[in-house]
Nanobody
Framework: EVQLVESGGALVQAGGSLRLSCAASGFTFNDYTFGWFRQAPGKEREGVSCISSHDGRSYYASAVKGRFTISKDSAKNTVYLQMNELKPEDTAVYYC????????????????????RGQGTQVTVSS
């Protein structure tokens, strides 16, 4: 059974940092591209960042580029999202997602449509 379990969400002040984790199980970790997307109340799902299974390159939405960093630890089957310089507009439920894309370059906008997703973790940034 495929499982993605996020953790690390919290309430943090603007300018602070958080690291989200996503523990993956039930499939071959290195065969999958992983990503994060978020959804704020009343808003559409928004792709945040992804990391390619093919070449390890990472991609970011313009809203988070330079502040967020995605990484993965294959030995732990875990994907991370380091979030720095957080802003109130980063407040959302953050979801981890996975899809098998092979050699194709992942698109950040496509992350919310990946085959697998976790249950989400709440990130709240106070001003």
């Amino acid at each position: 059974e495929v499982q993605l379990v996020e953790s690390g969400g919290a309430l943090v002040q603007a300018g602070g940092s958080l690291r989200l984790s996503c523990a993956a199980s039930g499939f071959t970790f290195n065969d999958y591209t992983f990503g994060w997307f978020r959804q704020a109340p009343g808003k559409e799902r928004e792709g945040v960042s992804c990391i390619s299974s093919h070449d390890g390159r990472s991609y970011y939405a313009s809203a988070v580029k330079g502040r967020f960093t995605i990484s993965k630890d294959s030995a732990k089957n875990t994907v991370y999202l380091q979030m720095n310089e957080l802003k109130p507009e980063d407040t959302a439920v953050y979801y981890c997602a996975a899809n098998s894309l092979g050699p194709y370059q992942p698109l950040v906008d496509a992350i919310p449509f990946y085959d697998y997703r976790g249950q989400g973790t709440q990130v709240t940034v106070s001003s």
